[in-house]
Each structure stands twice: as C-alpha cells, then as structure tokens.
C-alpha cells in the first residue's frame, strides 16, 4: 500500500507561481509511473503531467505545456508540480497519482494509476 500526501496549494495571483509536492510512504518508490490531475469545480478530473521513473521522460496536457513542470526525486520518494504563469482557470483540487509496476507509463489514463493523494486546493484570482 502506498501512501501519497500533497502539498503546497494556496491563493496566487494570475501570473503567480506554486510549487506542489507529493511525498509517497512505502517502497519501491523508483517503480512508479507517477502523474498530476485537477478537478475544478463542476467539471471532471482531468490528467495535468505525468513523468517515467528516472525523470527521464514527461508528458503535459496542452493547456499547461510550457508553463507547468513536473520532477521527481527518488530519494525522497517525492514528485514535484512546479506551475508558472497561471490563469485563473488553473483553479482546481490537484492531485497526484501512482502507478504500480508503470515505471515507463506517462500518460493520463486514470485507469492506470492504482494510488492518489487527497488533493491539494489550488486557487488562482483574476
């Protein structure tokens, strides 16, 4: 089983920047596919970032392409959001995501992460 806890949310102004951590408990941390999602108010979870198990290797929704980056670090059995230039309508719970055995996997099929973190609120005004 494992544990992830995010944290680093909060109130930013438009072109504003947060940096969002998620610390996972347990082993095996290095064999993960881990990942990043939002849900904004009204509308469904959507996939954000994603990255492979050496960092070597990310993906990033089109809408965050640019302004958003997502790392990792083993040791500390953690991953990072780091978002830039944000817009009001970044406003969403983030989330992150572990993928059991999908060390390689980056992509955004929720199906394919089999643990998540309680989410962190992450409000950005106009």
């Known amino acids: 089983q494992v544990q992830l806890v995010e944290s680093g949310g909060g109130l930013v102004q438009a072109g504003g920047s947060l940096r969002l951590s998620c610390v996972a408990s347990?082993?095996?941390?290095?064999?993960?596919?881990l990942g990043w999602f939002r849900q904004a108010p009204g509308k469904e979870r959507e996939f954000v970032a994603a990255?492979?198990?050496?960092?070597?290797?990310?993906d990033y929704a089109d809408s965050v392409k640019g302004r958003f980056t997502v790392s990792r670090n083993n040791a500390k059995t953690a991953v990072y959001l780091h978002l830039t230039s944000l817009k009001p309508e970044d406003t969403a719970v983030y989330y992150c995501?572990?993928?059991?055995?999908?060390?390689?996997?980056?992509?955004?099929?929720?199906?394919?992460?089999?643990?998540w973190g309680q989410g962190t609120q992450v409000t950005v005004s106009s």
């Open positions: 990255i492979n198990w050496n960092g070597g290797n990310t």
């Open positions: 995501a572990a993928g059991f055995g999908r060390s390689s996997y980056t992509g955004g099929r929720e199906s394919s992460y089999d643990y």
């Open positions: 347990g082993r095996t941390f290095s064999t993960y596919g």
